[in-house]
């Protein structure tokens, strides 16, 4: 018996020490070395010994403090009322479980009453406010002691330096709590600009605020972007605030900063509902959250359910179905775009991320796999959110076998075999040899795609028995298929040859943006392959153009000018559009319709959730001539606006930029 407690003694001490260390690097120098769910199988096994040997317990224990300590660079601010951390819940059960110790606690069989939030990936701040003014912002920090960052929370403009004259009468000392976090489309832009200084990138947007915070300059806390939301105020005994509904609405009314879900339900299946509705919401949010927060509402019954050490009984996270997982990179493979562009994927020992399968994610370039410092063997964090195609992370070098092996960027194309080379100020290596059969088979699905020449039945394998069979080497040699060609490949019957015939000479009907779109030229997309249809009206115009006539349009920047002017000037491309003419493709005139409109010029952003699907109006909106652009500015015309709108909604009442319902949108078009 004495061996097996000084082993469960041993244990805990280890865990202790591993966990100060993970606070030390995730809250301290923002630089987390293990994911989430790795950090939260330590933390729950520390509370499982604990509650099994109370005896253990000690002051020192991660469970009785929150974070970390304060870094060095700031000075120490002590919290006048503990900042507590919160206990969480993952499924319906855990919620419900959950509800019923509050209800037992309470000796009521009533529905109970709570206050619900998104959970936002962020940093906990407190702001003083003495006789309404700003005084002293601080971290979190250990939830006892943080570090004063006021000339740096002062940068954000969600939090007001003053309170109303009547608010700084009433309540002379408020301490306002909240969360200080970085949108999406900032996050991206913030990491482009570090790239073009050659600066390393930041992780993700969590990462970004809180090293944005801890800057010694001001202004570089300024030019960051930093949004701020309040969830609530220090204190429980303030006259008229007896509820976090009125706490919430007093907040508003000082025009300081709150989430536009936080809202009030009743019983357990509202709030499940609500949790649906947010996890549904939660991939068109330009912010990261990872759960809802979910709060009993009356301060009273706060102070009679009380707290457990580092978390209140009355509250709980509910944290989302995990998107990121550790699994082994197997081994690593080299794959050719139809851009020519060289991306490493991982080959990973399958994993189940928020209930999908993954076995592949991509490593995006060269720098991505020196910075991650990744080997063959190693075991990687994955993550997976909403569609997007899962990406390597980060590695958990703790874990690495000796036996790793290093993983060399090939010399040579994978397919073909020809020299890559780097151009200089891009992340790519490329392929340029324009006969390479990887390049092609991407070539033929997009020129054939249904934005492109909307050419149906060429499917993969029949791409690739035609390139294989040297029938088509270039795209436009589909319109040079004929059915003695088509009748002596594998599978292909006689009708299934004639249907394939019929749709490619039905495609030479096409309309120039979509021609436009399949030339396949790097960065046109759908929406620049309409602007250059609008702006040149004829094929040939758009031919023989020079780049500072195609940089002068809005939309297109010098980039994208430089890969269509080298496009039309390359002697293959030429000849390949050449026989696209002289096998009949039409290359139509366009004409500009949308001057005829009310929506040229317009720029507008889509927020909430809409009667049609968001593509819908982008494509409405595009077709009349306006512009659809993900992030609220001044030069933003309108805000088209559906149910449940976020921050967006926000930031265009105090820009008074114009909000329109979905009937008055279509009202205006």
């Known amino acids: ?119 936002l990936d962020g940093l906990a701040v407190e702001l003083v406010y003495e006789k309404g003014i700003f005084t002293i912002g601080s ?59 050659n600066s390393p990138t930041l992780a993700n947007p969590r990462n970004a605020a809180a090293g944005s915070l801890r800057q010694l300059d001001s202004k570089v806390s300024a030019s960051r972007k930093l949004k701020f939301n309040a969830y609530g105020i220090s204190e429980m005994n303030l006259p008229d605030l007896d509820s976090q509904e009125s706490t919430i609405e007093f907040l508003k009314s000082e025009k300081i900063s709150t989430n536009n879900f936080t809202q009030t339900v009743s019983g357990q299946k509202a709030v499940i509902e609500k949790f649906e509705e947010l996890t549904n919401l939660r991939p068109n949010l330009d912010y990261e959250i990872d759960g809802m927060v979910i709060k009993v509402n009356k301060f009273n019954l706060q102070n009679m359910l009380g707290k457990i050490s580092r978390a209140p009984r009355w509250a709980v996270a509910w944290k989302f179905i995990a998107e990121e997982a550790q699994t082994i990179l197997e081994n690593v493979e080299f794959s050719v775009g139809r851009t020519g562009a060289i991306t490493p994927v991982a080959n990973l020992k399958p994993i189940n991320i928020a209930g999908v399968t993954v076995s592949n994610a991509s490593l995006h370039n060269e720098d991505e796999l020196n910075q991650l410092d990744i080997k063959i063997g190693d075991t990687v964090v994955v993550r997976r959110a909403g569609d997007v195609i899962p990406e390597v992370i980060s590695v958990d070098k703790s ?114 943006p979509n021609i436009i779109y399949a030339l396949g030229i790097i960065g046109v997309g759908e929406a620049v392959a309409k602007l250059l249809a609008e702006e040149f009206g004829k094929f040939n115009i758009l031919l023989n153009s020079e780049i500072a006539t195609i940089e002068q349009i809005q939309g297109i920047g010098p980039t994208i000018a430089k890969n269509i002017y080298d496009f039309f000037n390359n002697p293959s491309n030429i000849k390949m559009i050449d026989k696209m003419i002289n096998a009949g493709v039409a290359f139509p005139d366009f004409v500009n319709s949308k001057k005829k409109t009310k929506l040229v010029g317009k720029i507008f952003v889509i927020t909430g959730t809409l009667a049609q699907p968001r593509k ?22 309108y805000l088209l606006c559906g149910e449940n709108a976020g921050s967006k909604l926000a930031k265009a009442k105090k820009l008074n930029i114009t909000i329109l319902s979905e009937p008055n949108f279509l009202k205006l078009v």
Do not use: W
């Not at 280890?14 to 993970?22: R, V």
């Not at 900032?186 to 200084?197: I, R, S, T, V, W």
């Not at 075999?417 to 100020?425: A, C, D, Y």
């Open 1 to 119: 018996m004495k061996r097996t407690k000084q082993k469960i003694i041993d244990e805990l001490e280890k865990l202790k020490d591993k966990i100060n260390y993970h606070n030390y690097r995730y809250y301290v120098l923002d630089l987390p070395e293990i994911s989430d769910i790795d950090y939260d199988k330590m933390f729950d096994r520390l509370l499982k010994i604990e509650s099994e040997f109370p005896e253990l317990i000690t002051k020192d224990s991660p469970s009785q403090r929150i974070g970390a300590k304060p870094s060095n660079k700031f000075e120490s601010v002590n919290h006048r009322i503990q900042m507590l951390s919160l206990n969480k819940v993952t499924t319906i059960e855990e919620f419900k479980n959950f509800d019923r110790k509050i209800k037992e606690n309470l000796e009521t069989d009533n529905d109970i009453e709570y206050m619900i939030e998104p959970k």
């Open 139 to 197: 971290t979190r920090g250990d939830g006892t002691i943080g570090e004063n960052i006021t000339t740096n929370l002062k940068t954000i403009h969600d939090i007001p330096l003053t309170l109303s004259e009547k608010s700084s009468m009433k309540y002379p000392l408020l301490e306002v709590r909240g969360e200080v976090f970085m949108s999406k489309s900032a996050f991206e832009n913030l990491n482009k600009q570090l790239k073009n200084e």
């Open 399 to 512: 874990k690495r076998p000796k036996n790793a092996a290093k993983i060399s960027f090939p010399k040579r194309c994978p397919s073909c075999n020809e020299p890559i080379s780097r151009t200089e100020g891009e992340a790519a290596y490329r392929c340029i040899n324009i006969s390479c059969p990887a390049q092609l088979e991407g070539k033929l699905f997009h020129f054939a795609s249904k934005t492109g020449f909307d050419i149906e039945g060429l499917g993969e394998k029949l791409a690739k028995q035609l390139i294989s069979k040297k029938i088509v080497k270039d795209p436009s040699d589909l319109f040079y298929l004929n059915f003695d060609k088509l009748i002596q490949l594998d599978l292909m019957a006689s009708k299934r040859a004639s249907n394939l015939l019929a749709q490619i000479e039905n495609s030479k009907k096409r309309e120039l």
């Open 616 to 637: 819908h109006y982008e494509n409405i909106i595009i077709e009349n001539g306006g512009k659809v652009t993900k992030s609220i500015s001044a030069k933003t015309n």
